[in-house]
């Protein structure tokens, strides 16, 4: 048998490699998007800070209002996917809608986020990992091991057919939505909490009121002067979406992409938010408002905000499956970041911009279609990333996941704004296809979305050192920004030297799309 007959996934007519088609469906890319959201770890790890540090009894409402924004920009960012369905997506979008210089430098900035991201969820899942076995089977052994089993793990799977990581993921998602419902609803069952059913968490004007006064905490009956920004608040809500956008980055390998993305993409925006409006609210109801703002003061009873009604309402045997989900969380989460990671950087490599990469980063499996050598290197970096913080005797939470997830948030949220903004330049700068265009849906939505990212980035900016805790004395944080800086610039100035000095690279930067689309002809 031939090579040709042997390799599944063919080349394009141009020669570049383009990864395995019609390989995943609407449930598989949602499993995989939802999973980099990571619900149980969000809400546990988000909500407490939220609600002591924020709003206080009313973050539910931070989490409706950056349902509602994120909505309006995923309405634009779904209508560019259903014409551009390369691998790249931001760094496509953005190429196509604001040109190939700001394009090279989005690129550079997403990768930089989807690496750093592996490295901070592999921190946090050895963190609870060491933590759960050392606690429930006496096993006491350093988080290091776990890190590099993780990481070891996350490269198999990526090696192989994207199905086999959907199903993974896709279980340890379900069983995540499966304890946070049961929590939700053993609550509401049991009708409501000790203080009501505090509906003004839901109102979204209060999410801009900041906390203050007293609380008292229901089990040791002291009372604590509290205070917390709105801002905070708000930060932490939209933290909990980081990586729904990836949905668009599956075009590629999904069935029908045209149709699937763009579905996929809104019902993992709004699903996700409606579901943590309602699980944070939950929670709130089933500790009582008082009670929940004086448990999050503390990072120590931060989690009885949840352990506290689940023990109550569903048993200690809940309880240690819900610290067990935690760590299994983390983990679908950082393999969902690992695959996103390999997709950057294999969309970038087959573009061939530094000659030879486009036969090596650029390559996709001949039989299963995988961004192979992509995923090695991806790991490659992270584990190096990793064993620099251990070396360094770095804790794994406190230093290795904050550090990393606020350098990766930092370069994500302003890819995301010049998403939206690219969705305009696109539909009613240029013109693209009229018969998409909306004054409202490729408009209105994705400038009001845009505005709202940017926001955000003032928010992150003006919280980065309290988001940090501890770590905000850590010389990495203090280089968080450059090395942001340094990236999107680095992009910015190759896309320029290329230009000039190489146009036929210049030419294909963000524009290797599917055979079925127009975009490459007419950008």
């Known amino acids: 048998m031939s090579a040709e007959e042997t390799r599944a996934v063919p080349e394009t007519d141009t020669g570049v490699q383009r990864l395995k088609p019609n390989a995943v469906g609407l449930v598989g890319v949602m499993f995989m998007a939802v999973a980099t959201a990571a619900p149980i770890t969000a809400m546990v790890g988000n909500v407490p800070i939220a609600i002591g540090f924020g709003s206080g009894a009313n973050a539910p409402a931070g989490y409706l209002v950056a349902t509602i924004v994120l909505g309006l920009f995923a309405l634009g960012y779904s209508a560019m996917a259903k014409h551009i369905t390369s691998t790249g997506a931001f760094y496509g979008f953005i190429s196509h809608g604001l040109g190939r210089v700001v394009g090279m430098g989005a690129g550079a900035l997403t990768t930089l986020a989807y690496v750093v991201f592996e490295a901070a969820l592999v921190g946090i899942f050895s963190f609870f990992a060491a933590s759960f076995f050392a606690t429930h089977t006496g096993l006491d052994i350093s988080w ?12 198999a799977l990526t090696y192989f057919d994207i199905n086999l990581t959907a199903v993974v993921l896709g279980v340890f998602l379900v069983t995540e939505i499966v304890m946070l419902g049961a929590m939700t609803v053993s609550i509401l069952a049991s009708g409501g ?9 839901l109102n979204p004007l209060n999410a801009f009121q900041g906390l203050q006064g007293s609380v008292t905490n229901a089990d040791t009956g002291a009372t604590l002067v509290v205070a917390g920004s709105a801002g905070i608040g708000l930060f932490f809500a939209f933290w909990s979406w980081v990586g729904f956008e990836s949905t668009a980055m599956y075009g590629e390998e999904s069935r029908n992409p045209k149709k699937i993305i763009p579905l996929a993409t ?11 409006v309602i699980v944070s609210w939950s929670a709130i109801v089933g500790t009582g408002p008082d009670n929940a703002v004086a448990l999050a003061q503390d990072s120590t009873t931060a989690g009885q905000i949840f352990f506290g009604p689940v023990e109550q309402h569903l048993g200690h045997g809940a309880v240690v499956l ?3 989900l935690l760590m299994s969380g983390s983990y679908a989460c950082g393999m ?24 090596t980063l650029g390559a996709s499996h001949p039989r299963h279609g995988s961004p192979y050598i992509a995923g090695f290197v991806q790991t490659a970096v992270a584990t190096v990333i990793v064993l620099l913080f251990f070396v360094t005797d770095r804790d794994p939470y406190g230093q290795l996941y904050a550090l990393m997830a606020i350098m990766g948030t930092t370069a994500i949220m302003i890819v995301q704004a010049l998403a939206a903004f690219a969705c305009i330049a696109y539909f009613h700068v240029q013109g693209k296809h009229p018969e998409t265009a909306n004054w409202f ?7 009001i979305g845009g505005i709202g990212m940017v926001y955000v980035i003032f928010l992150l900016v003006e919280n980065a050192g309290f988001a940090a805790g501890a770590a905000a004395s850590d010389v990495v944080f203090k280089m968080s920004p450059w090395v942001v800086g340094a990236v999107g610039v680095s992009g910015l100035l190759f896309a320029l030297w290329a230009k000039r000095f190489a146009p036929e ?18 950008a």
């Open 144 to 155: 290091i091991w776990y890190a590099l089993l993780m990481l070891g793990v996350n490269t």
């Open 193 to 201: 909490g000790p203080d009501g059913w505090s509906l003004g968490s």
């Open 266 to 276: 809104m019902l993992s925006v709004l699903g996700i938010g409606l579901f943590y």
């Open 322 to 324: 819900f610290e067990f």
């Open 336 to 359: 969902a970041f690992h695959n996103c990671a390999s997709r950057y950087i294999y969309a970038i490599g087959r573009e061939d911009l530094v000659p030879g990469f486009g036969k």
């Open 441 to 447: 849906r490729t408009f209105l939505a994705p400038l």
């Open 505 to 522: 690279r210049y030419d294909t930067i963000g524009r290797i799309v599917l055979e079925d689309t127009q975009e490459r002809a007419d």
